[in-house]
């Protein structure tokens, strides 16, 4: 059964730390990696990943795709207290185009 | 402004009742999905449609039923056997050609009293 794995599930850190999540996954015909950032509604999208080794970045955000160990990475630098949030992982499989989530990241930055 | 709009963003039933949830999007996406979520949870798939007059159930179906007669509008029925509706709905849409992201509604919020 495919299945993401995200951890840690909650992190609490100060203005100015940097942060690491992580995305492990275990899906067959793999096509894609996602991350979205939640914010009390609607997930809006941050990264998608297709290629193994390949950093994208977006400002303070960095993301990067491991297909050989099956994890993934979002970095986030000098955290500010817009970025508490729940982040979320999700990979889509196979020919169809629906996401399976994992259950999220809660960041807490505090000022 | 394109996007995709849900309604209503909260909504109250009682036991026993079924009840609709409204997506449109005026993205001219092809696929259009609907999720639920419950506290401290990622998001679960109900179903999805990759084309009109299409659609295919996803992890959690039971209780819930869709209709895809527009391109633009992809609406929700939680019905009576469903046994704990009370959750967080999101609609999204997305490309049906390559590896393109979703995008998501600002949901409603479906209170069971």
């Known amino acids: 059964e495919d299945k993401v794995v995200q951890s840690p599930l909650s992190l609490v850190v100060h203005e100015g730390d940097t942060v690491t999540l992580n995305c492990s996954y275990e899906?067959?015909?793999?096509?894609?990696l996602l991350w979205y950032k939640q914010e009390k509604k609607a997930p809006t999208f941050l990264f998608m990943l297709t290629s193994s080794g390949i950093e994208k970045k977006s400002g303070r955000l960095s993301s990067i795709l491991d297909k050989k160990e099956l994890f993934s990475i979002l970095n986030i630098t000098a955290t500010q207290t817009g970025d508490s949030a729940v982040y979320l992982c999700?990979?889509?499989?196979?020919?169809?185009?629906?996401?399976?989530f994992g259950s999220g990241t809660q960041l807490t930055v505090l000022p | 402004d394109g996007g995709i709009t849900q309604s209503p963003k909260y909504l109250f039933r009682k036991e026993g009742q079924n009840v609709t949830l409204s997506c449109e999007q005026n993205l001219n996406h092809d696929a259009m999905y609907w999720y639920r979520q419950d506290p401290g949870q990622g998001l679960r798939l109900i179903y999805y449609?990759?084309?009109?007059?299409?659609?295919q159930k996803g992890d959690i179906a039971e209780g819930y039923s869709v209709s895809r007669e527009k391109k633009e509008s992809f609406p929700l029925t939680v019905t009576s056997a469903q046994k704990n509706p009370t959750a967080f709905y999101l609609c999204a849409s997305s490309n049906r050609d390559g590896y393109n992201e979703q995008f998501f509604g600002p949901g409603t919020r479906l209170t069971v009293l």
């Open positions: 449609s990759q084309i009109v007059n299409d659609f």
């Open positions: 999700a990979f889509s499989s196979g020919s169809a185009r629906q996401l399976t």
């Open positions: 899906v067959t015909n793999f096509r894609s």
